[in-house]
């Protein structure tokens, strides 16, 4: 027996108990539909001239009804009389390859067949200007020689700065459409800047008038769609900062604090930008961001299916098991953390053989001296919040939330290599 699992096995696991969490959760009926409709009275779709060449952005994961809201857009634009292509626009993502980029697209569903469009992906780029702040800002090569650009957004907090605008449309247009050029650019003063750049940068992209039309998307609690707006291009700059504040208003919560102990089952790109929304946990990378709970140890057990090797964010755990560091692509991972100048968010933590010792690990450094004391939960992973796994020592607090259903105690499941079923 190693040295590591004699010193774990014995730590007792605390007794748990299953809840559900209900959250506001507002909902369109029919998005697509409701898309579709705003796009055939948008000033922008007025504009279109018969064979206009128009680039749709795509790239952001974890969005609700992308492949169908992508593909709604395309229709949309060629009815109109339009020529679309879609290009991905994600910055240094996907191993910042041309190639990497495409894959990361059709994993998401967003493939030329279910488009109805081609997919031109590219880290060539072009400089367009320079912002306020001097520094120069870049696109996609073939979005810039389209006749018309859309993107396409979800609105949400970002994990690394605050700003006016955080993760959206301006974003989309100032950094996801400069590839690894212009996400190089942007981050290269550090995160307490990134803000600051955006306001400064998007000025030149707005100038030339070559935005048809923006759609940005709110999602509830639960991810589903609650919003989707068609933006006309004057509409952005203000209208995404009141898209923020509500989006703000709907995030979902961790509803204990503190925590001794968060065991998350798998942390992913496909899940948050960081692995794990640290908006959610509140681990953060960068010294400017704050708030959430005060959690003091959190393991994570798995890669999401959808990530690729991509671990970025693992740097904000202590514990991880050895099926994460196995399936950790440096190649996939270390771009976007050297892009955005953030080495924090993927330094390896603590690798524990399996799951059982990876939150044994978690709870023997909780500095709790009774094991029926340690504040304790269990989420599947940041976007999934509506059910949960606590210890019997939050049940008094669960039950005094109106929030909150009890569902009654659970036994600990393991396999025989200590992981969990």
Same mark, same amino acid.
């Given at each position: 027996?190693?040295?590591?699992?004699?010193?774990?096995?014995?730590?007792?696991?605390?007794?748990?108990? *299953?809840?559900?969490? *209900?959250?506001?959760?507002?909902?369109?009926?029919?998005?697509?539909?409701?898309?579709?409709?705003?796009?055939?009275?948008?000033?922008?779709?007025?504009?279109?001239?018969?064979?206009?060449?128009?680039?749709?952005?795509?790239?952001?994961?974890?969005?609700?009804?992308?492949? /169908?809201?992508?593909?709604?857009?395309?229709?949309?634009? +060629?009815?109109?009389?339009?020529?679309?292509?879609?290009?991905?626009?994600?910055?240094?993502?996907? #191993?910042?390859?041309?190639?990497?980029?495409?894959?990361?697209?059709?994993?998401?569903?967003?493939?030329?067949?279910?488009?109805?469009?081609?997919? *031109?992906?590219?880290?060539?780029?072009? /400089?367009?200007?320079?912002? $306020?702040?001097?520094?120069?800002?870049?696109?996609?090569?073939?979005?810039?020689?389209?006749?018309?650009?859309?993107?396409?957004?979800?609105? *949400?907090?970002?994990?690394?700065?605050?700003?006016?605008?955080?993760?959206?449309?301006?974003?989309?247009?100032?950094?996801?459409?400069?590839?690894?050029?212009?996400?190089?650019?942007?981050?290269?003063?550090?995160?307490?800047?990134?803000?600051?750049?955006?306001?400064?940068?998007?000025?030149?992209?707005?100038?030339?008038?070559?935005?048809?039309?923006?759609?940005?998307?709110?999602?509830?609690?639960?991810?589903?769609?609650?919003?989707?707006?068609?933006?006309? %291009?004057?509409?952005?700059?203000? @209208?995404?900062?009141?898209?923020?504040?509500?989006? =703000?208003?709907?995030?979902?919560?961790?509803?204990?604090?503190?925590?001794?102990?968060?065991?998350?089952? /798998?942390? &992913?790109?496909?899940?948050? #930008?960081? &692995?794990?929304?640290? =908006?959610?946990?509140?681990?953060?990378?960068?010294?400017?961001?704050? #708030? #959430?709970? @005060?959690?003091?140890?959190?393991?994570?057990?798995?890669?999401?299916?959808?990530?690729?090797?991509?671990?970025?964010?693992?740097?904000?755990?202590?514990?991880?098991?050895?099926?994460?560091?196995?399936?950790?692509?440096?190649?996939?991972?270390?771009?976007?953390?050297?892009?955005?100048?953030?080495?924090?968010?993927?330094?390896?933590?603590?690798?524990?053989?399996?799951?059982?010792?990876?939150?044994?690990?978690?709870?023997?450094?909780?500095? +709790? %001296?009774?094991?029926?004391?340690? $504040?304790?939960?269990?989420? @599947? =992973?940041?976007?999934?919040?509506?059910?949960?796994?606590?210890?019997?020592?939050?049940?008094?607090?669960?039950?005094?939330?109106?929030?909150?259903?009890?569902?009654?105690?659970?036994?600990?499941?393991?396999?025989?290599?200590?992981?969990?079923?």
């Amino acid at each position: 027996m190693s040295v590591i699992r004699a010193m774990l096995e014995s730590v007792p696991l605390p007794r748990i108990a *299953k809840i559900t969490q *209900k959250f506001d959760c507002p909902y369109m009926d029919d998005p697509i539909a409701a898309l579709r409709a705003r796009i055939a009275v948008s000033e922008g779709i007025r504009r279109l001239k018969q064979g206009d060449i128009v680039a749709v952005t795509a790239g952001s994961r974890g969005i609700h009804k992308l492949p /169908e809201i992508t593909r709604e857009i395309v229709r949309s634009i +060629r009815e109109a009389g339009g020529v679309p292509f879609i290009f991905p626009a994600m910055g240094s993502h996907g #191993g910042a390859t041309a190639e990497g980029q495409r894959h990361m697209l059709e994993s998401m569903g967003l493939t030329e067949e279910f488009l109805e469009a081609s997919i *031109k992906s590219s880290m060539e780029t072009v /400089e367009i200007g320079r912002g $306020r702040n001097g520094l120069p800002v870049y696109q996609d090569k073939f979005a810039r020689e389209a006749d018309w650009i859309v993107p396409v957004n979800r609105i *949400k907090p970002h994990t690394t700065f605050r700003g006016k605008y955080e993760s959206g449309i301006v974003k989309m247009l100032v950094i996801g459409m400069g590839k690894q050029h212009g996400a190089d650019v942007c981050h290269s003063l550090g995160p307490e800047h990134i803000g600051q750049n955006l306001e400064d940068m998007i000025g030149v992209v707005m100038a030339e008038d070559r935005v048809l039309f923006a759609v940005a998307s709110i999602e509830n609690a639960g991810h589903g769609v609650t919003a989707l707006e068609v933006l006309e %291009a004057h509409q952005i700059l203000e @209208r995404e900062p009141e898209l923020l504040a509500e989006v =703000n208003r709907l995030i979902p919560s961790i509803p204990f604090d503190p925590l001794d102990v968060l065991v998350i089952d /798998e942390i &992913g790109k496909d899940i948050s #930008g960081t &692995g794990a929304d640290v =908006n959610i946990i509140g681990r953060y990378t960068t010294p400017t961001m704050n #708030g #959430g709970p @005060r959690i003091a140890r959190v393991a994570a057990l798995n890669l999401s299916s959808k990530t690729g090797g991509n671990a970025n964010g693992i740097g904000v755990m202590d514990f991880v098991t050895r099926k994460i560091f196995e399936r950790m692509s440096f190649e996939e991972t270390y771009p976007n953390s050297l892009t955005t100048t953030v080495p924090g968010s993927v330094k390896v933590p603590m690798v524990l053989d399996n799951d059982r010792l990876a939150i044994q690990a978690a709870l023997k450094t909780c500095n +709790r %001296a009774n094991t029926e004391d340690i $504040r304790f939960m269990r989420i @599947r =992973n940041t976007m999934s919040l509506s059910e949960m796994i606590i210890s019997e020592s939050l049940l008094r607090e669960a039950e005094s939330n109106p929030r909150i259903s009890l569902c009654g105690f659970v036994e600990w499941k393991f396999d025989e290599d200590g992981n969990l079923k």
